[in-house]
T-cell receptor, first 113, second 117 residues
Framework: ELKVEQNPLFLSMQEGKNYTIYCNYS?????LYWYRQDPGKSLESLFV?????AVKQEGRLMASLDTKARLSTLHITAAVHDLSATYFC?????????????FGTGTRLQVTL | DTGVSQDPRHKITKRGQNVTFRCDPI?????LYWYRQTLGQGPEFLTY????????KSRLLSDRFSAERPKGSFSTLEIQRTEQGDSAMYLC???????????????FGPGTRLTVT
């Protein structure tokens, strides 16, 4: 059974600082997703990583995937308050084309002034 | 281009009652997924459809749960004899096929928050 673990589970960081969220998963997959969720809201897609070594950047967020280590990172550069949210990684552990996602428990990010 | 819509957004029901939720996917997305999210957790896969065919169901989907997508467009998720443990956010997502890549993007709706009292 596929397990997806994120750490930290909670992150309080000051504006302007850098930090990294880690996502480890237990079985082979080359499809990894990062989503953002604001309180009481649905999931907003941030990144789709489809191969080993994939790196994607959008604004202050950069995501990477190492399929050999079964590890993805979400790096936050110079955090701003608007980035406060919960971030989920999700892995497609399907053996066929089902594309059903297994999510981590999320990292709640709080950016303080 | 409208996104995935779900109705109702909130539902409060008493234990033992039946409830039905509706999901309208993005037009021409032939796959539709249902997930459940409890407080403080990530979403968990429940089931998915390709067109009108239900291709997989999670073990989380007990006999009290049934999902349909009768014409390959909207989908309904019914819970019979609700229990307090059914209280959660029920999320629907739709996905288009991207050529040889398959179904690589899932677009989530706003969710239906169910509270069973």
């Amino acid at each position: 059974e596929l397990k997806v673990e994120q750490n930290p589970l909670f992150l309080s960081m000051q504006e302007g600082k850098n930090y990294t969220i880690y996502c480890n998963y237990s079985t082979t997959s080359d499809r990894l997703y990062w989503y953002r969720q604001d309180p009481g809201k649905s999931l907003e897609s941030l990144f789709v990583l489809l191969s080993n070594g994939a790196v994607k950047q959008e604004g202050r967020l950069m995501a990477s995937l190492d399929t050999k280590a079964r590890l993805s990172t979400l790096h936050i550069t110079a955090a701003v308050h608007d980035l406060s949210a919960t971030y989920f990684c999700a892995v497609d552990g399907s053996t066929g084309t089902a594309s059903k996602l297994t999510f981590g428990t999320g990292t709640r990010l709080q950016v303080t002034l | 281009d409208t996104g995935v819509s779900q109705d109702p957004r909130h539902k409060i029901t008493k234990r033992g009652q039946n409830v039905t939720f509706r999901c309208d996917p993005i037009s021409e997305h032939n796959r539709l997924y249902w997930y459940r999210q409890t407080l403080g957790q990530g979403p968990e896969f429940l089931t998915y459809f390709q067109n009108e065919a239900q291709l997989e169901k999670s073990r989380l989907l007990s006999d009290r749960f049934s999902a349909e997508r009768p014409k390959g467009s909207f989908s309904t998720l019914e819970i019979q004899r609700t229990e307090q443990g059914d209280s959660a956010m029920y999320l629907c997502a739709s996905s288009p096929k991207r050529g040889s890549w398959g179904w690589i993007e899932q677009y989530f709706g706003p969710g239906t928050r169910l509270t069973v009292t």
